[in-house]
Each structure stands twice: as structure tokens, then as C-alpha cells.
């Protein structure tokens, strides 16, 4: 969508900040303190981690699904 001349992405909803450099401060606060904390998993996280962990064919496909798909999301885009 064109504003003003430039170029300007869809914000779907208008729930994200109109500047980037405020989205970028708010996902590098959520990671930080997300690193800081450190908590058990949950049972049930557990439990599936082992069923995963045991049978071979699961975790070659788990291991494949989860690295053709690293999430960009999570990485603070550079400022414009």
C-alpha cells in the first residue's frame, strides 16, 4: 500500500505499532526476559519430548519439520 509516497506494509487489524523500532524493542524485551527465566517443563512437554526422543522416525521428521521452519519472527527486523 502506498502513503505518502512510500511504501507501507498492511498492519491486518491495527494491532501493530505503526514504527518497527518499537515492535523491535518489545520482541528483543519478550526474548530477553523470556532467556533470563528458567522454569521446568511441564509433564506433558516431557512426556512428549521422550516419545519423541525413543523412536527414531519421529525424531528424524521432528528434527526436519523444526529446522526447515526456524520461525523469523523471533528476530528483531533491522530498523528502517
Not at 512510500?6 to 523500532?21: D, E, K
Not at 520482541?27 to 528458567?38: F, M, P, V, W, Y
Amino acid at each position: 500500500m502506498k502513503h505518502n509516497g512510500t511504501t507501507q506494509t498492511s498492519r491486518l487489524g491495527n494491532w501493530l505499532p505503526h514504527a518497527h523500532a518499537h515492535l523491535n524493542q518489545w520482541l528483543k524485551n519478550t526474548i530477553d526476559e523470556a532467556e533470563r527465566k528458567s522454569a521446568a517443563f511441564h509433564p506433558v512437554v516431557k512426556e512428549f519430548q521422550a516419545m519423541i526422543e525413543s523412536d527414531p522416525v519421529m525424531y528424524m521428521y521432528f528434527t526436519r519439520c523444526s529446522s526447515s521452519s526456524r520461525c523469523s519472527l523471533l528476530r528483531p527486523a533491522a530498523a528502517t
